[in-house]
């Protein structure tokens, strides 16, 4: 028996996001540009939704892990390019500022505090790249940091396996200071035994999306809203894919979709290689944003 068109259509589709999001629970994000053979990770949106920026180990880059780049003509994705700024090390983990101004990453690269730091480099009006400049202390220190993301009020969060938290990679928060920002403090309630990385707010900071590594490897996302000033339980976020076996990570709220949330992961189909990256709706919040 033929396939219906209506089917065929829908298949079609999901090839060519973002629209794929508005058919189906979640759909790959462009595939053969944005997913590829490769692994994609942790992908992060300009606020007019005409930039792509993520992480990939494919080849062209300048090696290992690098960013890429793609802009949206006529509703696809096209044109995937290595940033300037990757070095011979690890690039990973980027977030777009709201205003454009800033892209923050971590590397590894020479020349940090130890391990991966945070960086950021200036956004020029041509949609270039200045140089990539660390962080100050005490947001870089003697440990490893990864996975920066801000909130609407500047504030930051980021990973660190540095002490005074449950151990191994924990989720920390700095609040704005200024033009910088204060000492981090953990996030109470939501670090465990595990490794928790990744972390972003959902809606105005009423919500936490962050993922935690499973002793047998791979990790899981995690959703868990602000009740009365503290960190509910956090309950596993509710994607497919999003198993104790699998591989999920990366979650960012789209900045010009507000409404979606991509994530890195494994699904069955559509899949384009290892990690792949998707898009779902953002998960609604009824708690306060009294946890920051």
């Known amino acids: 028996m033929r396939p219906r068109p209506l089917l065929l259509a829908l298949t079609a589709s999901l090839l ?12 790959i994000e462009g595939m053969g540009v944005v ?13 007019d939704g005409r930039r792509i920026i993520w992480a990939s180990n494919r080849e062209g880059g300048a090696g290992g892990w690098d960013l890429w780049q793609a802009s949206l003509r006529e509703n696809r994705w096209m044109d995937a390019q290595p940033l ?21 990453f971590a590397s590894n690269r020479k020349g940090g505090s130890s391990g ?13 790249f200045g140089p990539a400049m660390p962080l100050p202390a005490p947001l870089n220190s003697r440990h490893d940091e990864r996975s920066p993301a801000l909130a609407g009020d500047g504030a930051l969060l980021l990973a660190s396996t540095r002490p005074g ?22 996030l109470q309630g939501i670090n465990s035994s595990a490794d928790e990385t990744d972390g972003s707010w959902i809606g105005d900071g009423r919500a ?17 809203h ?12 509710a994607l497919s894919f999003n198993t104790g076996e699998g591989d999920t990570r990366g979650a960012l709220v789209d900045a010009s979709k507000p409404t979606e949330l991509l994530v890195s992961g494994q699904a069955r189909a559509p899949r384009a290689g290892g990690l792949d990256l998707y898009r779902m709706r953002t998960p609604a919040s009824d708690g306060d944003n009294d946890c920051r």
């Open 16 to 27: 060519f996001t973002p629209l794929a999001s508005a058919l189906s629970e979640f759909g």
């Open 35 to 47: 997913s590829t053979r490769a692994d994609e990770a942790h992908a992060t949106l300009s606020s």
């Open 84 to 104: 300037a700024l990757n070095s011979a090390a690890d690039e990973v983990d980027p977030f777009l500022s709201s205003d454009g101004r800033w892209l923050y």
């Open 116 to 128: 991966f730091d945070l960086y950021r480099a200036a956004v020029d009006a041509e949609g270039g």
């Open 165 to 186: 938290a449950a151990g191994g990679w924990d989720l920390w928060h700095a609040r704005r200071d200024g033009d910088g920002f204060a000492a981090p403090a953990p």
């Open 208 to 224: 936490l999306v962050f993922a935690r590594g499973g002793h047998t490897g791979g990790s899981r996302l995690w959703l868990s």
């Open 226 to 237: 602000c009740r009365h000033g503290r960190w509910a339980t956090a309950e596993p976020l």
